[in-house]
């Protein structure tokens, strides 16, 4: 009967196994790691388990875009607070009506209860402007946008699953840095979570996921759609994180522990 019981556990495992086989992996970055010392060029990939960021050329694109490694407390009015770490973080400029964007892929896509985090600091953004971010599926496929637009008359940040809606309660706008968290609760259903940086929740926010229904959530684009020129509209990202690795498994494991200690 043991042995009967063990290989059936043992056949658990295994399906769990090939059912989280892509998912995404426990994964960390900074903008302070080495791999960012001479700034952020295409294939660049510090910290550990993202895929190399894509989707730009040099570290500047001259004077109307770009993306560079910066202090996150010059923007606004440059007394701010940041999202650095070691005074660092990743920054985007945009103007004269130019989007800067870079895409950092997850090592395989987001199973459920994982959980997403990153740092967002916007400076000044121009009327009509738009900062924030996008989770994708690998063929750039929107599934959930979190974004500002400039002068917007409800003064409130904004998440978009093929419809856009404000946040609620709403959270105004800040040159001080939001903390956001994503969870894939369902396989097309989140939650979002957006904190101020002293890790305070602000606004939550739920529902499903936009695109087509099944399709993963396989990496994140960071962009700026003409914020404006000068120090004081640039945007910053920092402190990416995939958590926890895929936690099925091992409850399955421990599972089969503790029915086979009964068992005994």
């Known amino acids: 009967m043991k042995s009967v019981l063990m290989t059936t556990l043992a056949a658990g495992v295994l399906a769990v196994a090939a059912g989280q086989a892509n998912a995404a992996l426990l994964a960390s970055d900074t903008a302070s790691a080495s791999a960012y010392d001479d700034g952020l060029q295409n294939g660049d990939n510090g910290g550990t388990g993202f895929g190399a960021w894509t989707g730009r050329g040099p570290a500047t694109d001259g004077s109307t875009k770009g993306i560079f490694i910066g ?17 660092e973080a990743f920054a985007l400029y945009a103007n004269s009506s130019a989007t ?17 985090k990153i740092a967002l ?8 402007a738009t900062v924030g971010l996008g989770l994708q599926t690998s ?7 979190f974004y500002y637009i400039g002068g ?12 856009q ?18 969870t894939l609760i ?5 939650s979002l979570a957006v904190k101020n940086t002293g890790g305070t929740t602000l606004s939550t926010a739920s529902g499903s996921l936009g695109g087509v229904a099944g399709t993963g959530i396989e990496q994140v684009r960071l962009f ?10 640039n945007v910053f990202y920092n402190s990416l994180e995939v958590v926890p690795e895929p936690a099925s498994l091992a409850l399955l494991g421990f599972g089969a522990m503790a029915l086979l200690r009964r068992r005994k």
């Open 71 to 87: 202090n996150s407390t010059t923007n606004g009015s440059g007394t701010s607070g940041g999202i650095n770490t070691s005074g």
């Open 100 to 116: 800067a964007s870079v895409v950092r892929p997850f090592t395989g896509a987001l199973t459920v209860g994982q959980t997403f």
């Open 121 to 128: 600091d916007n400076g000044f953004l121009d009327t009509g």
């Open 139 to 145: 063929g750039g496929t929107n599934r959930l946008e």
């Open 152 to 163: 917007d008359s409800i003064n409130s940040y904004k998440v978009n699953n093929g419809t």
């Open 165 to 182: 809606s404000n946040l609620s309660p709403t959270v105004g706008f800040t040159t001080d840095g939001l903390l956001l968290e994503f």
């Open 186 to 190: 369902a396989t097309d259903s989140y």
């Open 224 to 233: 700026n759609f003409n914020a404006g020129s000068g120090n004081a509209n």
